[in-house]
Every structure is written in structure tokens, then in C-alpha cells.
């Protein structure tokens, strides 16, 4: 990919991170309200409860949601990263990338580190992700097979996809 097509990549990506990091930002803030008028809310939607604690500790369930949406709207080849720090090997952290841009909607759980991460990071090259060793990279498949869930946590990923994807879409 020439560096143009990397630019134009970014330039694409960067208002569907924005318009998802708002979205995830409205469940964290409406969570309890979200869930107690949910009259199909799913059994197992505690699952995905940690989003409401949202960036922090979340990197698995936002990657998942947002690499299924690019997945189904053009973007394919998007992929879940998994890595781990290799200053702290128990530290463990899930983004997403497509081709050569790396796209992080929870980097800001990192406090510590310095320099600071963005809330949203869409860019060409690894740089924040540099200090992560990748341990494997997950394409998205239809109906979340690839994670082997159960019946009721798949209806929960569905139940909060279809509200991430309400809340991304007014934006």
C-alpha cells in the first residue's frame, strides 16, 4: 500500500473511530438506563457489563464491535490484534487493524504510560502499539463463531451491536 492510499485509509477510518468512541461514551454514560428498559435483554449481557467501566478494561469487547462493523461495511480485512506489554507481559491489550493503520479506541486505559495515548488512535504505523509483542491477529466471522460464545453471549454481542450501532449512526 503506497503511502497515499495509507493516508486516504486514515482519513476514512478516523470518523467511524470518532463516531464509535462517542457511541461506546454514550453506553458508559447510560449504561444502567440502557439495560433496565431492555425488555429482550439478553441473560448473559453482564458479559459486556465491563463496558460500562468503559475504556478501561474493554479493549476485547470494542475491538469485536468495531472490527465486525468495519467487516460488514467495506473493510474486510480488518483484524482484532492481541498482544501483551513486553515491559509487563501480564498487561494484555486487543486493538484493531486494517492494512497498515492501526485503530485503538481504549489506548487512554493506559494512564501510566508516557507519553499519554489519544482516546482515539487511527494511524499508519505502530508507534503506541510498539510496546505490545502481537500474539495473534483474529478476522471477524459471521455470527461470532470465530470466539466460540454460547447462544446467550452471542445474543448479548448481537444485543449490544445493534445499540453500539444506534448510537454510532446519530452521531
Avoid at 62 to 77: A, D, F, K
Avoid at 110 to 126: E, H, N, Q, S
Wanted: with cysteine; net charge positive.
Amino acid at each position: 500500500m503506497s503511502d497515499h492510499e495509507t493516508t486516504a485509509l486514515v482519513s476514512r477510518l478516523l470518523p467511524i473511530a470518532t463516531r464509535f468512541r462517542a457511541a461506546l461514551e454514550i453506553l458508559k454514560r447510560d449504561w444502567e438506563q440502557i439495560v433496565d428498559d431492555a425488555d429482550d435483554r439478553p441473560r448473559k449481557i453482564s458479559v459486556f457489563g465491563i463496558l460500562q467501566h468503559y475504556p478501561w478494561s474493554c479493549c476485547d469487547k470494542t475491538t469485536l464491535l468495531l472490527v465486525r462493523y468495519l467487516s460488514e461495511n467495506g473493510y474486510p480485512e480488518a483484524l482484532c490484534v492481541n498482544g501483551y506489554d513486553k515491559r509487563k507481559v501480564s498487561r494484555r491489550h486487543t486493538w484493531v487493524r486494517v492494512g497498515e493503520v492501526h485503530i485503538d479506541l481504549t489506548a487512554d486505559q493506559f494512564k501510566r504510560f508516557r507519553p499519554r495515548p489519544d482516546p482515539i488512535i487511527v494511524t499508519a504505523g505502530l508507534q503506541f502499539h510498539s510496546r505490545f509483542k502481537v500474539i495473534d491477529e483474529v478476522r471477524y466471522t459471521a455470527g461470532w463463531a470465530v470466539w466460540k460464545w454460547d447462544a446467550d453471549c452471542i445474543a448479548a454481542a448481537e444485543w449490544l451491536y445493534e445499540k453500539v450501532m444506534r448510537l454510532a449512526e446519530d452521531k
